[in-house]
Structures are given as structure tokens and as C-alpha cells.
């Protein structure tokens, strides 16, 4: 694939600030978009600044439903459902708005208190009678993690460590006890929070029952965990701030599940058993509300098992499916029951080589008997009747619901590419599948209530953006928006390509992607510069905008460099073993990979194989810092962006399962030590890192940077205080300032 994006001498050049999130004419030379479009049942509405408009599904047409000025005319002047002890602000923009409700003309919004900072009101405002029909205050100050509930009208929320809900007056409920005096092991244990520190795609700490009834929680006890001392440099004296952080191979946080009973206020816990050493994950409901289901894994995360609860008692109800994997099992999603039939669920699995849809019945119980998935590595065992309902070398990346009267599933996948996201239905009885959109690009969608209809979300590298109403049936549908992309338009922009190479397996296709040089001249020799990330669930080529190229790497191209990404090994959307082949030496299959694509710039009669260089953050950053150290005559240049150094460092989550503990694997920690290789450091490295990064903390950079002085070589150093794993705003427009300034010094 090669894309010209454009050669036209008379068009502008670009700076920084023209293309890094923060500058300041970024947003002007992005394609616009059409924001605030959700679904009122199956009718689609758009959220703005002045009003909420419905749109014809088949025309596209919008009318107006509701105004911002009667909005807040019912706030001002209207009646309230109770005497409020505070004055509620008025409206700036409807565009956060949602309908929750198909069949209620009923609009919710969050608003602040105008007389109490932080504090914030639920409201429920009927457009067809123009006024407020509930409201409810959400007690204390800076409430956040909101989670509604539509069948009973409850929100959940946090404040601080502290889990609430609320649903009418000024006074809120909180579900866990309150701690009092110097507790000083409850003020460390956190409730209704995402656990496990976002790893097992674990992104919220609450869970509604289906009808309202029940709020499962999270309870993560982290007392026993040891603080990282981050420090905040803005005080007049600095100050610690303590950041519980478990490290590889040491004590971890313990988690339980509490279900809370909205009627009557009591709560209960799973009895899971001694939760040490565990994960607990993708917590889901029956549609009776009568059982909780758990995906349960043990600390080497090389065995899972679904287990079922009682959601009243809490009682274990049995294991309904188990599966072991000789490096590691990672689910990632709850089972969700099929909305035709409550005896029967899809649950995903890697099993058989790549994320697959299973259909579990369970009405039909087996007495489960152990088997080699098509990834023979792994074995499961199902105690219920399962059947596949995709299979491929490809993907399911999403499942977005259903059309129950179609009896069909609507997912997202990996199936016409893996560059690409489109969307399909899935007849459950028949297994067929039919695409939905465009078959070119990268898709997302919101599914109306019933499924009959979807909001298309599209972009390729030939198209910025275009929004459609689609049916569910394949068929063609309204487009809503389409865009134009400026920078194209009116900038001189570089040709990008996209193709394959092999990997250092000699066997593996690897995608890359290439970009030359603006107003490139075949005659020349030009330095190059590899953009790294290399690491897990992370993939840096889409048939997107640019084919995913960032605005930096337009710029570098901009300023006479060849810019190459390769996806290697050990990357996302290829399967699990092109996946997990780095278990337990992270950096060491990868590499090789990357060189294999610093190889291919050598072939390049256009590029000065003695010059490349190599930039990467986070996973990028270990991955530069180590083709620095382990291949110096091939890396010349590099810049390392809050870079992993020794993997012990390194939280226990997601660091044990790519490379089990220190203690297990005490050969593979020491083989992707890099202050071991400090040593070897013949080219130019510059370290930049967030003076309070919470991911990759300090230790990692500062402990290699004395190492480097005992071994006598010596990188660059560069921090940005106050800053976390990532730089943001105008601070990011200076960091890309800065690695640019450091390869035009030193490898040009």
C-alpha cells in the first residue's frame, strides 16, 4: 500500500505546533467530527452546546428536541421535586446531556453547586412538560467514577477511597463503613475502584444487577503494599507523596467483591476464600440477579476459572469453566447472557490461538474432562455444553450488543485485516456473518437499543472521517458527516507506505510502515530514525489517518528523515503466540525484529545506513534504550521516553505475566537488565521522563543513570517535574521540541 499524501512544492511546510496534541493550531488541521451523537432508544439524537437535536435515520434531517435556554429557565425559575439547600448553576452546553430512558422524554445532566465548591446535583429535566422531575445531590466534594443506573435510578460514585450511592434529596448513601480515629489500615483500603491496576481489562470498580436490585464493588485492601515515595517539588519544600505501588515479586494488593442491597442498605462478600495472591475479574451478572459470575485467576495468571456465586448468601455455586495456559491466560471480558435466551452466554477465549466467541448453555452440564485447545499450549475444561461461534486467524475485538430479533450479534474484528476494525453481525443459529459499512478503513460503532441500527464511526488513510447511520442488516445506510482533512489540503506533506517484512524468524510477516522525506529526492542519502513501542496490546500501524503515523513523524520526515515503524513480535491483533513468544525475556525477540527493520532501511538505496536512530516511550522507551546498549553499531541516536530499566521495577501485574517474578525467573530479569548493559553505550542517548510518573516510576531512569557513571559512559538526561507517564498540553509540544532539537544535533 502507498499512500502520496502530497507533493505539491507550493504548499506550506508544518511546525510543531501545527501537528502535536497541545499546539496551538493542532484541532485547526484535524478533520472536524460530529461529537454528541448517542442514541434515545433507537432514534439518534445529538448532544450540542445550544440544544439536543433528533435525526432521521433514513434523511439525515435533524429537529430540535430541547433548547439550553429552557434548560435553564427550569432551573432558574422552576419548580424543584424538593427544597434545595444549595443554588445549582446554571447550563453552559447541553453536549454532556445523555437519554438514558427510550421511552421517557427525559434528559440527566450532572451541575454544580454554585455556593459549595466541588459539590454536584444529578438532575433529570422532562422536555415534554419543561421541567425538573428529579434531582438529587451527589454529598461531597469532587465526586468521580459515576455509574448510573437506569432501572432504578441510582447513581454509584466515589469520593476518595469512599463508595456512595444516591438517587433522590441531598443526602447520599455511603455503602462502606466509615472509618474513624487513625485507621490507618482502612484509609489504605479503596472501594468501588478499579483494581488490579487496570490490567485484565479491568476499567471500573462498580457493576449495576440487571434490574437495579444489587451494586457489586470492588474492595481492594492495599495495606500491605509498599509505598513508592514520588515527590511533589511545587512546595515550598518538597514534599513525599506516597504512591502504592506492588512491584514484581513482591506483596500485592488483595481484592474481595461486595455485593450492597439497594433496599435495604446491607452488604455482603463472595466467599471466594483467602484472596491473597489473587485476581479477581470481569464481574458480571445473571439476567435473574440471583448469581455473579467471576473470572478468577491465580498470581502466575497461568489459570483461569469462571466461577459462579450467589449473589444473596455469597456462597460459591461452582467452577463453570477452567483454563491453563503454559505461559499465561489473560480474559479481558465479562460473559454476556444471549437477551433471547437466559440460560445461555458468550465467553471469549485465546484457546484456540486468537479472542474467539464461545456459546456456553447452561442448562447442559458436563462433567468436564480436560483438552488441547487448537494452541497447544493450552488446555481447558468445560463443565457446560460450549460451542464456537467464530473461528479464524483473526480477532474479535468487541462485541456491541445485540438485535435481539435477528437474533444476531454485532461485533467488531480483525477479519478483513489486521490493520483494521470493521463491523459485523453474527447470526448465532448459522454462524453467518455479514459486514456492516464500509469493508475498507477502521470502524467504530454505537448500537441503537434494539440493535436495528448503529452510528458508524470511519476512517482510512484515504478518508479523514465519515459518520453514518448504518442497519444492523448490511444494508446501505445515511451518511451523516463527512470531513476534509486540512493538513492534506494545504500542507506539503511526505509519502507514506505500508508493506511487509519478515521477522527475525524468517518466517513471520511483520507490518511496517515508511515514511521518506518531504520533497524526497531518490539521489540522496538520508538519515533515518525507527519509532519503537514493540510491547503487548499496543499496535502502531492502522489503515487510519496517516496509516497511524503521528504528527511527529511527519515532522521528522518534514525535516529530512526517513521515518520507519515496525509492528514486531510480542505486539497486539496478530494471536497469542505471535503475542506471548517474548515470555519471560522481554525485549530479546522484539529486538530482533527491530533490527530486522533497521536491516531493511540499510537495503534502502536512499538512506546512510550509519545513520539511524531509534525513539520510543514507555515499552518504546526500554525497547530504545536496549537496541542502544545491545546493537551500538546499528543505533547511533537514540531517545528513550520514560523507559522500563529492570523489569523488578516494574508493577506485578502485568510485569508477571510477561515475565513471571524475579524469584522464578531470575535469568530473564538479569538477560533485560539494563543497567547491566550500561557498559556498552557507544552512541548518543538522552532519557526523558515525568518527575512523577506513576507507571514506570523514577527508580527505573535514576537507578540506570548510575549505572552508566560506574561503568563510565554517559547519556543525557532530561526530566519534566510534576509530570506523569506522559507529557500533556504545552508540555508536550515542548517534549517533541526537545527530542527533535536532540537528533538534529547529533544525527543529521
Not at 434531582?135 to 441510582?154: A, V
Not at 487513625?182 to 489504605?188: S, V
Not at 448503529?454 to 447511520?469: A, K
Request: with cysteine.
Amino acid at each position: 500500500m502507498i499512500a502520496t499524501i502530497s507533493s505539491a512544492q507550493e504548499k506550506k511546510t508544518f511546525t510543531l505546533n501545527d501537528v502535536i496534541p497541545g499546539g496551538d493550531n493542532y484541532f485547526n488541521l484535524v478533520p472536524k467530527s460530529m461529537p454528541g451523537l448517542q442514541w434515545w432508544g433507537d432514534i439518534c439524537v445529538r448532544t450540542d452546546i445550544e440544544n439536543i437535536k433528533k435525526i432521521d435515520t433514513k434523511s439525515g434531517k435533524e429537529s430540535i428536541l430541547v433548547t439550553l435556554e429552557e434548560v435553564n429557565e427550569a432551573l432558574k425559575n422552576g419548580k424543584m421535586p424538593y427544597k434545595l439547600t444549595g443554588h445549582i448553576k446554571p447550563l453552559r452546553t447541553l453536549m454532556a446531556a445523555s437519554l438514558p430512558w427510550g421511552d421517557r422524554n427525559v434528559i440527566t445532566f450532572t451541575q454544580y453547586d454554585d455556593r459549595t465548591p466541588g459539590q454536584k446535583y444529578m438532575i433529570w429535566y422532562d422536555f415534554s412538560k419543561k421541567k425538573i422531575v428529579n434531582l438529587f445531590n451527589l454529598q461531597g466534594e469532587g465526586p468521580t467514577n459515576f455509574d448510573f443506573c437506569k432501572e432504578n435510578g441510582y447513581m454509584a460514585y466515589t469520593i476518595g477511597n469512599d463508595l456512595y450511592v444516591a438517587h433522590e434529596g441531598d443526602f447520599s448513601s455511603m455503602v462502606n463503613p466509615k472509618v474513624t480515629g487513625n485507621q490507618q489500615q482502612e484509609k489504605d483500603v479503596v472501594y468501588g475502584q478499579a483494581v488490579h491496576r487496570n490490567e485484565f481489562g479491568i476499567m471500573k470498580g462498580t457493576f449495576w444487577s440487571p434490574k437495579g436490585t444489587y451494586l457489586a464493588f470492588y474492595r481492594m485492601d492495599q495495606s500491605m503494599v509498599t509505598d513508592y515515595p514520588q515527590v511533589n517539588t511545587t512546595a515550598r519544600i518538597a514534599e513525599l507523596v506516597p504512591d502504592k505501588y506492588p512491584m514484581a515479586g513482591m506483596t500485592s494488593h488483595k481484592v474481595t467483591v461486595g455485593i450492597y442491597n439497594v433496599k435495604d442498605g446491607k452488604t455482603i462478600y463472595l466467599q471466594a476464600g483467602d484472596p491473597t495472591d489473587r485476581y479477581f475479574t470481569n464481574i458480571s451478572w445473571g439476567p435473574d440477579e440471583k448469581s455473579v459470575f467471576v473470572i478468577e485467576l491465580n498470581r502466575d495468571q497461568n489459570h483461569a476459572q469462571l466461577v459462579q456465586y450467589d449473589a444473596v448468601s455469597g456462597q460459591k455455586i461452582g467452577v463453570l469453566y477452567e483454563e491453563k495456559h503454559t505461559r499465561y491466560v489473560e480474559p479481558q471480558h465479562p460473559l454476556i447472557f444471549l437477551p433471547w435466551d437466559d440460560s445461555q452466554f458468550i465467553y471469549r477465549t485465546q484457546r484456540d490461538g486468537f479472542n474467539h466467541l464461545y456459546l456456553m448453555d447452561t442448562k447442559t452440564k458436563l462433567k468436564g474432562e480436560w483438552k488441547t485447545g487448537k494452541d497447544s499450549e493450552d488446555q481447558y475444561c468445560e463443565y457446560l455444553k460450549t460451542i464456537p461461534l467464530t473461528e479464524g486467524n483473526w480477532l474479535v475485538q468487541d462485541v456491541l450488543g445485540f438485535n435481539a430479533a435477528r437474533k444476531e450479534i454485532i461485533i467488531a474484528s480483525t477479519e478483513i485485516s489486521p490493520l483494521q476494525t470493521n463491523i459485523f453481525s453474527l447470526n448465532v443459529k448459522n454462524g453467518k456473518r455479514t459486514l456492516i459499512g464500509m469493508e475498507d478503513g477502521t470502524h467504530q460503532a454505537k448500537l441503537s437499543a434494539s440493535g436495528t441500527y448503529l452510528i458508524d464511526y470511519f476512517t482510512s488513510n484515504n478518508v479523514p472521517r465519515e459518520i453514518s447511520i448504518l442497519p444492523t442488516t448490511g444494508k446501505k445506510g445515511t451518511t451523516l458527516f463527512t470531513a476534509t482533512d486540512p493538513l492534506k489540503e494545504n500542507y506539503n506533506l511526505p509519502e507514506i507506505t505500508v508493506g511487509t517484512i519478515k521477522a527475525a524468524d524468517g518466517e513471520t510477516d511483520l507490518y511496517y510502515r515508511l515514511i521518506k522525506p518531504v520533497n524526497f529526492d531518490p539521489n540522496k542519502k538520508y538519515p533515518a530514525i525507527i519509532y519503537v513501542y514493540g510491547g503487548p496490546h499496543a499496535q502502531m500501524i492502522h489503515n487510519t489517518r496517516f496509516y497511524d503515523a503521528r504528527g511527529w513523524d511527519l515532522y521528522m520526515a518534514q525535516q529530512g528523515y526517513v521515518m520507519l515503524t515496525v509492528d514486531n513480535r510480542g505486539s497486539d491483533n496478530r494471536g497469542i503466540k505471535f503475542e506471548n513468544c517474548t515470555f519471560r525475556h522481554l525485549g530479546t525477540e522484539e529486538m530482533k525484529d527491530q533490527v530486522q527493520g533497521a536491516k531493511f532501511l540499510q537495503s534502502l538505496p536512499y538512506v546512510d545506513a550509519d545513520k539511524i536512530g531509534v525513539h520510543g516511550w514507555s515499552f518504546g522507551g526500554f525497547m530504545t534504550t536496549n537496541l542502544m546498549l545491545t546493537y551500538p553499531d546499528i543505533f547511533k541516536v537514540g531517545v528513550a521516553g520514560g523507559p522500563v530499566i529492570d523489569w523488578q521495577f516494574y508493577e506485578v501485574m502485568y510485569g508477571e505475566r510477561y515475565m513471571d517474578t524475579p524469584q522464578a525467573n531470575p535469568e530473564g530479569y538479569k538477560e533485560s537488565n539494563l543497567r547491566l548493559k550500561a557498559g556498552n553505550l557507544k552512541g548518543r542517548l538522552e532519557v526523558i521522563i515525568g518527575g512523577m510518573d506513576p507507571t514506570c516510576v523514577p527508580q527505573h531512569s535514576i537507578s540506570f543513570l548510575r549505572a552508566c557513571i560506574d561503568a563510565g559512559t554517559h547519556p543525557d538526561f532530561f526530566i519534566y517535574p510534576e509530570d506523569g507517564h506522559n507529557m500533556m498540553g504545552r508540555d508536550r509540544v515542548h517534549l517533541h521540541e526537545h527530542i527533535t532539537r536532540y537528533f538534529l544535533d547529533h544525527l543529521k
